[in-house]
């Protein structure tokens, strides 16, 4: 720390004076010499050394509790009506895009599929008959064996041939869809987070099953006091870890809550990171935000400032002591940050105690 010596007049105060001039009249036994001398003492300056604030380049932070999420949660639920047959997976499952979860009344649907595909076979069947006797009845017309009408009779019954059979293909396909469906997969990879069926249950269409946590990506969401967002224009990243002792994460700025709720007077923010499948939604996290551009912070020892009432420091005027608010900030190893109402460039007293408003000081320098 850097001490300053200073030359400045002695203002003595009448408040300061008068106790003493009354201690100096008392009974007739009092000693007028010795008074005099413990007036002169009493009056004499009080001798202090000076310090200016140490500047230091920082990067403010902020430490919160945050909450682990999945990235993105899907909830699996059926496309078909009917009894679930089988679940085929447990919580904490992970699982590749396309792997069986559920089976729900797959022999039903199974059997509805055999029907489609037999009356698909019928209308294929009909559909070749009609054919043969529209190409039978054509060559007849040309011959004039037969009438128009019998002519138009074998194409009406082509085209109805032709039509059901395009009705077969699709209730066989659709079907077939229905019988696919019966047997639930898993949309995406990801991990089974929830689980809300058991075998014999009846599954309603949409009705939720599981629910899927997608991907291998967490997000991690923490809560900004609204003093703070200035402090992180331009944040990119944080840093953050989950339990006591786990290994420090970083996670990709995601997104920014645009708006600081009221009750709270704070705003969300969410980041991503990857996970090594060691970090699971619904866990705790020490989330560490850091400003991404470096300040001037002014730090003082402990002793100098004064934070009996409000925070104050000290200052020498015209020989005299003043006094000047200020606001604080952190502590750390015996100093105190100086927030606000302190240039760097101003020297303070070092030691507040003992000291008040108007006493007289002689500057010393420090040892």
Known sequence: MKTIRRRTPIILFAS????????????DDDDPVAAAETLERALAPREVQLVTAEVREERPSVQLVGEIRAFD????????????????????????????????????????????????????????????????????????????????????????????????????????RNFERSLIRAPAAGAITQRMVVAGQWAEVGTGLLNLAVGDKI????????????????????TFTVGVSGPVHTAKLYSVQPVVEHASRSFEIVGSAANDGSIKPGMFANVVLEAPTAKQALW????????????????????????????????????????????????VVADVSGLSRGIPVTIVEGS
């Open 73 to 176: 949660t899907v909830t699996i639920s059926s496309e078909v009506g009917g009894k679930v047959d089988l679940v085929l997976v447990e919580v904490g499952d992970r699982v590749a895009a396309g792997t069986p979860l559920v089976e729900v009344d797959r022999k039903t649907f199974q059997i509805y599929l055999q029907q489609a595909e037999a009356n698909l076979a019928a209308a294929n069947a009909d559909k070749a008959l009609a054919e043969k006797d529209l190409e039978r009845k054509r060559d007849l017309r040309s011959d004039e064996t037969i009438p128009q009408s019998a002519f138009d009779q074998a194409q009406a019954g082509h085209d109805l041939a032709t039509a059901r059979l395009a009705a077969a293909t699709a209730a066989r396909d659709l079907t077939q």
């Open 219 to 238: 997000k991690v969401s923490a809560r900004v006091p609204e003093a703070w967002a200035p402090e992180l224009a331009g944040l990119e990243d944080f």
């Open 16 to 27: 300061l004076i008068a106790p003493f001039l009354i201690g100096c009249h008392g009974s």
């Open 300 to 347: 003082l020892p402990a002793a100098a400032v004064s934070t009996s009432d409000l925070p104050q420091v000290l200052m020498v005027e015209e020989g005299a002591i003043v006094f000047r608010k200020i606001r604080i900030g952190r502590r750390a190893d015996g100093l105190i940050e100086i927030v606000e109402g302190l240039s760097p460039d101003e020297a």
